[in-house]
């Protein structure tokens, strides 16, 4: 979850937020009502890290620019809450979805659909700073007849959406494929350039397309855009504390999950270490007992376990292997690889759920479980130190009642359901 400090430094005291948490489709549900506890921690960190007022949030929608979810209550929101009062601009951090959602919006009921087939795509990418500039498309305003054929349209396809769901569940407690569980739906388009007003004589429509010989290109100074409010993608705010700069494109592309996360869970005793491949490292520094860590991570970052002093030996040891996966194992690649900086982080366990997050940067998180009311210390290191942080309470705060038993002679635990399905 990566939200950009100095949101409130570029904004009007009452300018309105629509709080958008993208990527919903990589997270795994933990519990029934995991989409509103979901909610509640975006908000509560939002607030938290940008002092921005509560008051300013307008709307809390979650979405996958990817898959469509929540794409098109996201589009009923704006067109019933915002409607044409001004112009909208998609900010915040790097590699959060941005320019996908702008791409995802661009082929919906938010484009005027004169502008579809003119405006520019943003390029999307796993590398930070891809948008360098400003890209814009043209509102729809939403009319009552224009909101009447779009609420009809949706109604329509309420049934659809409902078997789907209902196919989607009975698919993955059959296969226990997660694919299956992942969040999804379809993001549609009422209106087509036929179904504009003076088809005939717009410059636009399809039949005008087909006899030009050069790409139109979209001239706001036409009346059809000319009073238009518009849609702005913005180039991504770089945090200090993200590591994403640190890594090369391959390395990028084995850090960020791309596919739902199947959480990992490992018990961890006092005098113990937890490395995440290369990026970040966990010292169980003090406690009574032994600690849960439910890792949410690529699967592509393999876990090494040792005792805490021979952790430094075993880390510098194995930059020099394979085994980290991430840094490259390649002399000029770990001549330029940043040395791990550490905080100690305190956790007191709750029954019968994680007790807090550890966030290790863009890397993901370590969800910590100890015994009810055991206060631990620990010592959490990523590159530079960069991106450490508490989160309380957890986001997936019940993914651990959901592992199975711990596989013998091992300090992992078998994945169980993995997942919290519905009914």
Known sequence: MRIW????????????????????????????????????????TVIDVT?????????????????????????????????????VYLIGCTNVGK?????????????????????????????PGTTLNLLKFPILNPTGK?????????????FYRMELSKYRDYQFKRTGNLKFAMFEDHVGRTYTVNSVKNEESDPFSEKSHTVMLKKPVLDESRPEFESSRWCYDTPGAMQADQ???????????????????????????????????????LDYLEGEYFIRCTLFTSTELPVTMCYTTDADEVYERLLETEAFVVPKNDPERLRVWPKLGSKEIR????????????????????????QAKDNVLLRVWTPQARGIHLRCPALLKKSVLLCGARIRGTPLYSPGIQVKMSG
């Open 51 to 87: 002092s921005v007022k509560k008051e300013n949030i307008t709307h809390v929608q979650l979405t996958s620019a990817i898959t469509g979810y929540g794409v098109e209550q996201l589009i009923n929101k704006l067109q019933s809450k915002w409607q044409h009062k001004g112009d």
């Open 347 to 370: 956790v007191t366990g709750i029954r019968r759920e994680s007790g807090a997050d550890v966030v290790l940067s863009s890397a993901g998180w370590v969800a910590i479980t100890p």
């Open 146 to 158: 224009k909101l009447s054929l779009r609420a009809e349209r949706l109604k329509g396809e309420r």
């Open 243 to 281: 590591i994403l700069d640190l890594l090369t494109t391959d390395e990028l592309s084995l850090t960020l999950p791309q596919h739902i996360i199947s959480p990992r869970t490992f018990k961890l005793d006092p005098k113990q270490t937890m490395f995440v491949a290369g990026i970040g490292r």
């Open 5 to 44: 400090p100095g949101l409130k430094s570029i904004m009007h005291p009452f300018t309105p937020i629509f709080l958008v948490g993208n990527k919903i489709d990589l997270l795994p549900r933990d519990q029934t009502n995991f989409l509103d506890h979901v909610k509640q921690v975006l908000v509560d």
């Open 99 to 127: 320019s996908s959602l702008f791409n995802a919006l661009i082929n919906s009921d938010y484009c005027k659909v004169q502008a579809i087939d003119l405006v520019q795509r943003a390029t999307v990418s796993a590398w």
